[in-house]
């Protein structure tokens, strides 16, 4: 969800958006990944809680906005208990927020597809946030992710690990000895810098603007 009016976007009294993170789980129990428009930044699905809504309300509008699926598509198969913050530097920070807007406050919710892969839509809405997009082994994320978000991104893989369905192997999902799993032959630990050259198994969905500038939820 972009900003559009700063006057309208709710923060807490420290300066945290309230925002939803999702954990998209295909029937192998790898993570949708998703390239953010036109930026060499990827990251889950997630987006601000608006005036009103339920963190589970916001969910599945963002999951509707961000990569064209409802609520049939999905099954629930968790969220984290509390809120987990990271903040976001100020060079990602629009000037008219800074001072007051200091980051974000999370619910993750992890998600089981009970569609298919086609369901997958990046421009179901006229202002994408996505323009590519892969499966993930579950822990790869943690290798790739910006700097800023990436121990936010550890602790709700960790809790929410532990309700991954047990359709293959669990064990190698989880971590040993404060290590993760990681494939050796994914050729994932750093992203190309061209924006063509994407991860084997990407799917590119080039957009048809050219007016909308990189941002940050």
Known sequence: MKFKNWGLIMLDRDGFRPNVGIVLLNQKNQ????????????????????????PEQAMFRELHEEVGLHPEHVSIVARTRDW?????????????????????????????LVGHDWD???????HPEFDAWRWNDYWVPLDAVVEFKRGVYEMALTELA????????????????????????????????????????ASFEPDPGTNLPPHHE
């Open 120 to 126: 997958l839509n990046l421009r179901a809405t006229d």
């Open 31 to 54: 993570v949708f990944w998703g390239k953010r428009i036109r930026t060499h930044s990827w990251q889950f699905p997630q987006g601000g809680i608006d005036r009103g809504e339920t």
């Open 162 to 201: 532990r309700y991954l369905p047990r359709n293959e192997s669990r064990n190698r999902f989880l971590r040993h000895g404060g290590g993760r799993h990681r494939d050796p032959d994914s050729g994932f630990d750093r992203l190309q810098p061209n924006i063509m050259e994407l991860p084997p198994g």
């Open 84 to 112: 987990l913050r990271y903040e976001v530097p100020d060079r990602y920070v629009r000037r008219d927020a800074r001072g007051h807007y200091k980051g974000q406050k999370q619910i993750w919710f992890l998600l089981q």
